[in-house]
């Protein structure tokens, strides 16, 4: 299989960012802020069994939401907490009968897509380099795996990243190099149609590629940007399943129409990161440590151009693989990211090994003083105490704004 491994499985996300003054495509619920924190805790606690949205006002000057969604309390793997869309990728995001399909760009164009987004390959995440099955290698990983973030969010959100083969039929070279341009996305004619093709890649996402083909569309993968990389942790307290996920990042010119699924998703919210951020310091749970860490690094930005223009930075780097660990303390649990003091040089990703300290966490801090780590007192309820990153972020990339997490921590508890 294209995406299972011995001891994991590949997966992708999607983060979802859009204007906040973009309302194209959607139904607008105006909120308050203190109505917004109101319905978020709510929301956070106990989902929602309509089929609607949340849009949470930002307190922190962000001009920009991100889409999240609240998996079912059902789910195997991070039951009742809020994700960005995306899931495991399976054999036909990698089938070579997607070539058809991107070539209907322009063939030329299609090669010169697919060689910008696998460049730089010396510095791509294992689950970019490894050797695959050759019945899996006619596309590159990286295009692969925007199938499968592009294919999830559809399927979990029923937003689609896709364009009419027609209208990219004589589109500019400029499509495959990062220039920054925002997603338009598919505002398709005809809903039940799509809502119908939604349902059926629900049951089986190889119809994904078969609804790509039938309604000739192409998926939007030079829109996606790498964002980060996470690796399950081999002592993961909340599940024993384990995966290699890559982290995209879409900016849209407009608000597209979200729902969930009733299945894996319970509840959509679109709101800021710091609006978010601040329901969840109020209720001391509903986010995982990913989400959480790539909600804080979003808080560096204002806005989507912002955040675009690092993003499409020729010089930047490609993400690298982390996998946290969990180290045991006096008062709770830390988890550990590379570059932090406390994570090993070589570190065993299959290892179940526990790290454990008699310290405290703040005996911790000043012993080893070169931070990545987050903190929780209680790690059954996912609430996140403590949170510090001094390590120096690879070229084009951020670290979390600790300083804007620590006044969200302060305001949200009073």
Not at 38 to 44: T, V, W
Not at 122 to 141: G, K, V
Not at 378 to 407: E, Q, S
Request: glycine content about 4%; charged content about 25%.
């Amino acid at each position: 299989m294209a995406a299972v491994l011995k001891h994991w499985r590949e997966a992708a996300s999607l983060i979802l960012v859009t204007s906040n003054s973009a309302r194209v495509g959607t139904q607008m619920t105006q909120l308050n802020l203190t109505a917004a924190y109101d319905s978020a805790a709510k929301r956070f606690n106990n989902g929602s069994s309509k089929n609607d949205e949340i849009n949470i006002q930002s307190d922190a000057g962000e001009n920009f939401e991100v889409l999240m969604l609240k998996r079912s309390s059902k789910s195997k793997f991070m039951p009742n907490v809020y994700i960005f869309p995306g899931g495991v990728a399976v054999d036909s995001d990698f089938s070579s009968k997607w070539l058809s399909v991107f070539n209907k760009m322009g063939s030329d164009i299609c090669k010169k897509m697919f060689e910008a987004m696998s460049s730089k390959s010396c510095q791509a995440a294992p689950m970019f380099t490894r050797q695959r099955d050759s019945a899996f290698t006619s596309i590159p990983s990286e295009v692969a795996f925007r199938i499968c973030a592009i294919r999830e969010t559809f399927e979990e959100s029923g937003v689609l990243l896709v364009q009419p083969a027609k209208q990219l039929s004589y589109r500019p070279d400029s499509i495959y190099k990062s220039n920054g341009s925002l997603s338009t996305g598919l505002i398709h004619e005809n809903v039940t149609l799509l809502s119908d093709w939604r349902d059926r890649v629900n049951r089986d996402p190889n119809e994904f590629l078969l609804m790509c083909q039938e309604l000739d569309l192409i998926p939007e993968v030079w829109s996606l940007f790498e964002w980060s990389n996470f690796l399950t942790p081999p002592r993961d307290m909340m599940s024993s399943y384990r995966f290699d996920t890559i982290f995209y990042v879409c900016c849209m010119d407009h608000k597209p129409r979200a729902s969930h699924d009733f299945g894996e998703t319970v509840n959509t919210i679109w709101g800021s990161p710091s609006s978010i951020l601040s329901a969840y310091f109020r209720q001391k749970s509903g986010l995982a440590p990913p989400q959480l860490y790539e909600l804080a690094r979003l808080m560096n930005f204002t806005s989507t151009s912002d955040l675009l223009d690092i993003l499409s930075q020729p010089e930047r780097d490609r993400v690298e693989r982390w996998c946290p660990l969990t180290v045991a303390c006096q008062d709770g649990v830390l988890f550990v990211m590379p570059g932090d003091d406390l994570y090993p040089d070589q570190a065993d990703l299959m290892s179940k090994k526990e790290y454990k300290f008699d310290e405290s966490i703040e005996a911790l801090n000043r012993k080893f003083p070169k931070h990545h780590r987050m903190f929780y007192k209680d790690h059954a309820t996912m609430g996140c105490v403590d949170f510090n990153a001094t390590i120096k972020p690879r070229k084009g990339h951020v670290v979390p704004r600790i300083d804007l997490l620590n006044k969200l921590k302060t305001s949200s508890n009073l």
